[in-house]
Protein backbone atom coordinates (compact mmCIF):
# COMPACT_ATOMS: atom_id res chain seq x y z
CA UNK A 1 0.00 0.00 0.00
CA UNK A 2 2.98 2.39 0.93
CA UNK A 3 4.99 1.51 -2.35
CA UNK A 4 2.11 2.20 -4.17
CA UNK A 5 1.13 5.77 -2.71
CA UNK A 6 5.05 6.52 -2.67
CA UNK A 7 5.18 5.06 -6.63
CA UNK A 8 1.89 7.42 -7.43
CA UNK A 9 2.98 10.53 -5.75
CA UNK A 10 6.52 9.99 -7.42
CA UNK A 11 4.74 10.00 -10.64
CA UNK A 12 3.47 12.93 -10.41
CA UNK A 13 6.09 14.78 -9.35
CA UNK A 14 7.91 13.70 -12.28
CA UNK A 15 5.09 14.69 -14.60
CA UNK A 16 4.78 17.66 -13.29
CA UNK A 17 8.30 19.24 -13.45
CA UNK A 18 8.61 17.79 -17.30
CA UNK A 19 5.72 20.32 -17.92
CA UNK A 20 7.24 23.18 -16.25
CA UNK A 21 10.23 22.91 -17.79
CA UNK A 22 8.28 22.78 -21.17
CA UNK A 23 6.06 25.41 -20.36
CA UNK A 24 9.11 27.92 -19.01
CA UNK A 25 11.77 27.52 -22.07
CA UNK A 26 14.07 30.33 -22.27
CA UNK A 27 14.08 32.22 -25.26
CA UNK A 28 17.49 32.65 -26.57
CA UNK A 29 18.88 36.22 -27.08
CA UNK A 30 21.59 36.96 -29.98
CA UNK A 31 24.44 38.59 -28.17
CA UNK A 32 24.72 41.07 -30.58
CA UNK A 33 21.84 42.68 -29.50
CA UNK A 34 24.16 44.38 -27.42
CA UNK A 35 25.32 47.25 -29.93
CA UNK A 36 21.95 48.63 -29.47
CA UNK A 37 19.70 47.11 -26.30
CA UNK A 38 21.45 47.71 -23.03
CA UNK A 39 18.87 46.50 -20.68
CA UNK A 40 15.22 44.85 -21.06
CA UNK A 41 12.28 43.44 -19.02
CA UNK A 42 12.68 40.01 -18.92
CA UNK A 43 11.97 36.95 -16.18
CA UNK A 44 9.33 37.47 -13.43
CA UNK A 45 7.61 40.57 -13.66
CA UNK A 46 4.61 41.83 -11.08
CA UNK A 47 1.28 41.99 -12.76
CA UNK A 48 1.29 45.90 -12.76
CA UNK A 49 4.63 46.14 -14.38
CA UNK A 50 5.55 47.81 -17.19
CA UNK A 51 7.94 46.60 -19.86
CA UNK A 52 11.08 48.63 -20.90
CA UNK A 53 13.98 48.56 -23.37
CA UNK A 54 16.94 51.00 -22.88
CA UNK A 55 18.80 51.44 -25.86
CA UNK A 56 22.55 51.72 -25.66
CA UNK A 57 22.31 55.34 -27.92
CA UNK A 58 20.25 58.47 -27.93
CA UNK A 59 17.47 58.84 -30.58
CA UNK A 60 17.44 62.33 -31.66
CA UNK A 61 14.27 64.30 -31.39
CA UNK A 62 12.91 62.59 -28.66
CA UNK A 63 10.33 64.30 -25.99
CA UNK A 64 10.29 62.31 -22.60
CA UNK A 65 6.61 61.20 -21.89
CA UNK A 66 5.54 61.27 -25.54
CA UNK A 67 3.33 58.13 -26.77
CA UNK A 68 5.01 56.64 -29.47
CA UNK A 69 2.87 56.18 -32.28
CA UNK A 70 4.58 53.66 -33.83
CA UNK A 71 3.58 49.90 -33.24
CA UNK A 72 7.18 49.31 -31.71
CA UNK A 73 6.37 45.80 -29.60
CA UNK A 74 3.53 42.63 -30.21
CA UNK A 75 2.85 40.18 -27.14
CA UNK A 76 1.48 36.54 -27.29
CA UNK A 77 -0.22 36.45 -25.40
CA UNK A 78 -2.05 39.91 -26.68
CA UNK A 79 -1.25 42.72 -24.31
CA UNK A 80 -3.29 46.21 -25.05
CA UNK A 81 -1.37 49.27 -24.34
CA UNK A 82 0.59 52.34 -25.42
CA UNK A 83 4.48 52.56 -25.40
CA UNK A 84 6.14 55.87 -24.34
CA UNK A 85 9.27 57.69 -24.34
CA UNK A 86 10.89 58.13 -20.76
CA UNK A 87 13.90 59.75 -22.31
CA UNK A 88 16.08 59.66 -25.59
CA UNK A 89 17.03 55.94 -24.58
CA UNK A 90 14.35 54.02 -22.82
CA UNK A 91 11.41 53.39 -24.18
CA UNK A 92 8.35 51.71 -21.56
CA UNK A 93 5.17 50.18 -22.97
CA UNK A 94 2.24 50.66 -20.20
CA UNK A 95 -0.33 47.53 -20.16
CA UNK A 96 -3.99 48.86 -20.27
CA UNK A 97 -4.76 46.82 -17.36
CA UNK A 98 -2.81 44.48 -14.84
CA UNK A 99 -1.01 41.34 -16.75
CA UNK A 100 -2.50 38.06 -15.23
CA UNK A 101 -0.53 36.05 -12.99
CA UNK A 102 1.53 32.37 -14.16
CA UNK A 103 1.04 33.55 -18.31
CA UNK A 104 4.67 33.94 -19.89
CA UNK A 105 4.46 36.21 -22.42
CA UNK A 106 6.22 35.99 -25.78
CA UNK A 107 6.83 39.64 -27.55
CA UNK A 108 8.93 41.37 -30.16
CA UNK A 109 10.20 44.71 -29.97
CA UNK A 110 10.97 45.91 -33.63
CA UNK A 111 14.50 47.82 -33.75
CA UNK A 112 14.26 48.21 -37.32
CA UNK A 113 11.30 50.69 -36.82
CA UNK A 114 13.79 52.76 -34.59
CA UNK A 115 16.88 52.23 -35.71
CA UNK A 116 17.33 52.50 -39.37
CA UNK A 117 20.92 50.52 -40.04
CA UNK A 118 20.39 47.85 -38.12
CA UNK A 119 20.93 44.43 -39.57
CA UNK A 120 18.10 42.33 -41.25
CA UNK A 121 19.03 39.54 -38.46
CA UNK A 122 18.78 41.78 -35.79
CA UNK A 123 15.97 43.76 -36.78
CA UNK A 124 13.34 42.23 -34.33
CA UNK A 125 14.38 41.69 -30.45
CA UNK A 126 12.73 38.76 -28.46
CA UNK A 127 10.85 39.30 -25.03
CA UNK A 128 9.95 37.16 -22.74
CA UNK A 129 8.50 37.12 -19.39
CA UNK A 130 6.01 36.04 -16.28
Same mark, same amino acid.
Given at each position: ? $?? =???????????????????????????????? $???? $???????????? =????????????????????????????????????? =?????? %??????????????????????????????? %?????
Amino acid at each position: M $YL =RLLFLSLSFLVISCSKNDKNNSQIEVDPAFIG $YISA $YTTGVIGNESTI =RIVLTESVQNVKEGTEIATDLFSFSPSIKGKAIWLND =RTIEFQ %PNENLPSGVTFEGKFFLNKLVSEVPDELSVF %PIQFQ
